[in-house]
């Protein structure tokens, strides 16, 4: 049984944006330990080589923006032409920024939702032929802030929600090619963004720790993976990471009503001053490792 769990991906290849680190290496590891290859597309060249060594001949990188049509288009063609095929596309490159909508400045903002909103886009475009040629699977990673906005996040809400909607919208356009689409909703995970915006912003780690599970908690990015490549191999419409984010999109109604209005504008009275105040000792509206992306 186990041993025919471990190769659920033989004879596959999956292309992972943001594979530098994360969610994205994690995936491209466990991929390759399920009989799959991978094709890792990043932009920090010296991880990505190092990843493709420890996986030998299952993997292969090419470095590319995800906001460079010309560059991502490029890699995943090429991809599919190195390993003969693409049967699944993980849009998982992704950042975070610091500061309330007065306080961000509009490069920054711009960034977060060209990188998580107009990246998932490039990804899916030009993966389609490929995928049409499988009838492959694409997984585009969004988050638990999909539907769940949080004061001092606005980019990062604004930009996975929009994932979301994209997915959504690319799933209906897809289908009649035999093409499967879902959406991977990630609470907090145990990586660099998460770590680092605790660490720079101590209001924001006191938020997280008076906000109802799962957004209270952190996931480890093995559990994260493990999901992930269930929902490959399910082909499914959802991924919940953890399961309980599933509650969360289902109250999305609840949670954005006037009825818990009260409890937000407190809570974001009492936090909104003090996070940007930490944001304006920082000096910076990205957390210090931002190569560009990796949730």
Same mark, same amino acid.
């Given at each position: 049984?186990?041993?025919?769990?471990?190769?659920?991906?033989?004879?596959?290849?999956?292309?992972?944006?943001?594979?530098?680190?994360?969610?994205?290496?994690?995936?491209?590891?466990?991929?390759?330990?399920?009989?799959?290859?991978?094709?890792?597309?990043?932009?920090?060249?010296?991880?990505?080589?190092?990843?493709?060594?420890?996986?030998?001949?299952?993997?292969?990188?090419?470095?590319?923006?995800?906001?460079?049509?010309?560059?991502?288009? =490029?890699?995943?063609?090429?991809? =599919?032409?190195?390993?003969?095929?693409?049967?699944? #596309?993980?849009?998982?490159?992704?950042?975070?920024?610091?500061?309330?909508?007065?306080?961000?400045?509009?490069?920054?903002?711009?960034? &977060?939702?060209?990188?998580? &909103?107009?990246?998932?886009?490039?990804?899916?475009?030009?993966?389609?032929?490929? +995928?049409?040629?499988?009838?492959?699977?694409?997984?585009?990673?969004?988050?638990?802030?999909?539907?769940?906005?949080?004061?001092?996040?606005?980019?990062?809400? =604004?930009?996975?929600?929009?994932?979301?909607? +994209?997915?959504?919208?690319?799933?209906?356009?897809?289908?009649? +090619?035999?093409?499967?689409?879902?959406?991977?909703?990630?609470?907090?995970?145990?990586?660099?963004?998460?770590?680092?915006?605790?660490?720079? +912003?101590?209001?924001?780690?006191?938020?997280?720790?008076?906000?109802?599970?799962?957004?209270?908690?952190?996931?480890?990015?093995?559990?994260?993976?493990?999901?992930?490549?269930?929902?490959?191999?399910?082909?499914?419409?959802?991924?919940?990471?953890?399961?309980?984010?599933? &509650?969360?999109?289902?109250?999305?109604?609840?949670?954005?009503?006037?009825?818990?209005?009260?409890?937000?504008?407190?809570?974001?009275?009492?936090?909104?001053?003090?996070?940007?105040?930490?944001?304006? =000792?920082?000096?910076?509206?990205?957390?210090?490792? #931002?190569?560009?992306?990796?949730?």
């Amino acid at each position: 049984m186990l041993a025919a769990m471990a190769q659920r991906f033989s004879g596959k290849v999956a292309l992972i944006t943001g594979a530098a680190r994360g969610i994205g290496e994690g995936v491209a590891r466990g991929y390759v330990a399920d009989g799959g290859r991978v094709a890792l597309v990043g932009l920090e060249p010296e991880r990505l080589q190092a990843i493709s060594d420890d996986l030998g001949d299952a993997a292969a990188w090419w470095e590319a923006d995800v906001r460079d049509s010309a560059a991502m288009k =490029a890699a995943i063609d090429a991809a =599919a032409e190195h390993f003969g095929r693409i049967d699944h #596309v993980l849009a998982n490159a992704g950042i975070a920024s610091y500061g309330t909508v007065r306080q961000i400045d509009e490069a920054a903002f711009e960034r &977060v939702v060209d990188i998580n &909103v107009n990246g998932v886009f490039r990804t899916l475009k030009y993966a389609t032929p490929h +995928l049409e040629k499988t009838r492959g699977y694409a997984l585009t990673v969004a988050s638990l802030a999909s539907f769940t906005p949080l004061a001092g996040l606005a980019s990062y809400n =604004a930009s996975k929600a929009g994932a979301e909607s +994209l997915a959504l919208a690319y799933k209906q356009e897809v289908a009649h +090619l035999g093409i499967d689409s879902g959406i991977c909703h990630p609470s907090w995970i145990d990586t660099d963004i998460v770590r680092n915006a605790e660490a720079d +912003l101590p209001t924001f780690r006191e938020i997280r720790k008076k906000l109802p599970y799962p957004a209270n908690g952190t996931t480890s990015v093995e559990k994260c993976v493990d999901l992930i490549l269930k929902g490959f191999a399910k082909r499914k419409s959802r991924v919940y990471v953890p399961k309980g984010v599933k &509650v969360a999109n289902w109250s999305k109604a609840l949670v954005n009503s006037p009825l818990v209005w009260p409890f937000l504008k407190r809570l974001a009275g009492r936090s909104v001053p003090s996070m940007e105040a930490e944001v304006e =000792a920082l000096g910076r509206f990205h957390h210090s490792h #931002v190569p560009n992306a990796g949730d």
